[in-house]
């Protein structure tokens, strides 16, 4: 029987993520380059569900080129000891879980698409897919500016 490894749980507040691991922050914020950012409920079971997933993504070699960070509470803004992650979660205006937000800056211009899991099956493959084209698509339009 194959044993399924338990995603860590993180305490509340930001993390960027190095060598695939996570290391706390003070805030988020955005520099020029490509980042996925996991909005995390702690009490959300289908934020457990996905953990095994962002491990898998943060792993990607396909995804090198990406920043991954994670935003952590207890259960939205609402229930949020930690000020930086509780500003986050106000300011992109995060009212479902998990929520995937995609950021590319270039040039202090700020693009962002944001979705949860849930819209593609939880399927990694369609989630994959999903960032990639992202990037792709704004790489394609700065190119023709």
């Given at each position: 029987?194959?044993?399924?490894?338990?995603?860590?749980?993180?305490?509340e507040?930001?993390?960027?993520?190095?060598?695939?691991?996570?290391q706390?922050?003070?805030?988020?914020?955005?520099?020029?380059?490509?980042?996925i950012?996991?909005?995390?409920?702690?009490?959300?079971?289908?934020?457990?569900?996905?953990?095994?997933?962002?491990?898998?993504?943060?792993?990607?070699?396909?995804?090198?080129?990406?920043?991954?960070v994670?935003?952590?509470?207890?259960?939205?803004?609402?229930?949020?000891?930690?000020?930086?992650?509780?500003?986050?979660?106000?300011?992109?205006?995060?009212?479902?879980?998990?929520?995937?937000m995609?950021?590319?800056?270039?040039?202090?211009?700020?693009?962002?698409?944001?979705?949860?899991?849930?819209?593609?099956?939880?399927?990694?493959?369609?989630?994959?897919?999903?960032?990639?084209?992202?990037?792709?698509?704004?790489?394609?339009n700065?190119?023709?500016?």
């Amino acid at each position: 029987m194959k044993k399924v490894q338990k995603a860590l749980v993180l305490e509340e507040g930001v993390y960027i993520y190095v060598d695939g691991k996570p290391q706390r922050i003070s805030s988020l914020s955005f520099e020029n380059g490509k980042y996925i950012v996991f909005f995390d409920n702690r009490k959300c079971p289908f934020c457990r569900i996905f953990d095994v997933m962002w491990d898998l993504l943060v792993k990607d070699q396909m995804l090198s080129d990406i920043k991954f960070v994670k935003v952590v509470c207890s259960y939205f803004a609402s229930d949020c000891v930690n000020e930086e992650a509780k500003k986050a979660y106000t300011e992109y205006e995060i009212w479902k879980s998990p929520t995937i937000m995609l950021v590319e800056v270039t040039n202090s211009e700020k693009r962002i698409s944001k979705f949860t899991p849930s819209q593609y099956n939880y399927d990694l493959q369609l989630i994959k897919k999903a960032i990639l084209n992202f990037f792709q698509r704004v790489e394609s339009n700065a190119n023709k500016q």
